[in-house]
């Protein structure tokens, strides 16, 4: 009895690589170096946000949508549509 519920957990983390590995080579495929790059850079300061890119990434992929590699520039059009507007902020001394 022991040994199932060992192997249970095992076996899920077997198929959370499985899904990781899967993930990574899509991104690999979808993306230029560049963007590859800058994906990796947004995922050290806004995590959230490139889970959400990666998330669109796959989801184009995998139905079929996606019909060229990603770039650096269309990664940062993607990202501008994604946060949308920035407010900007100026401070007049009186």
């Given amino acids: 009895m022991s040994e199932q519920r060992d192997s249970q957990p095992r076996k899920e983390q077997g198929e959370d690589k499985e899904k990781k590995a899967l993930r990574e080579n899509i991104m690999r495929m979808a993306l230029t170096s560049e963007a590859r790059q800058r994906l990796a850079n947004i995922k050290m300061v806004k995590p959230q946000i490139a889970q959400t890119i990666e998330e669109y990434i796959v989801q184009m992929?995998?139905?079929?949508?996606?019909?060229?590699?990603?770039?650096?520039?269309?990664?940062?059009?993607?990202?501008?549509?994604?946060?949308?507007?920035?407010?900007?902020f100026t401070i007049r001394r009186i």
């Avoid at 060229?68 to 549509?81: A, C, H, M, R, T």
């Fill in 61 to 88: 992929a995998s139905s079929g949508k996606l019909k060229q590699v990603i770039n650096d520039d269309q990664l940062k059009e993607l990202l501008g549509s994604i946060q949308g507007k920035k407010r900007e």
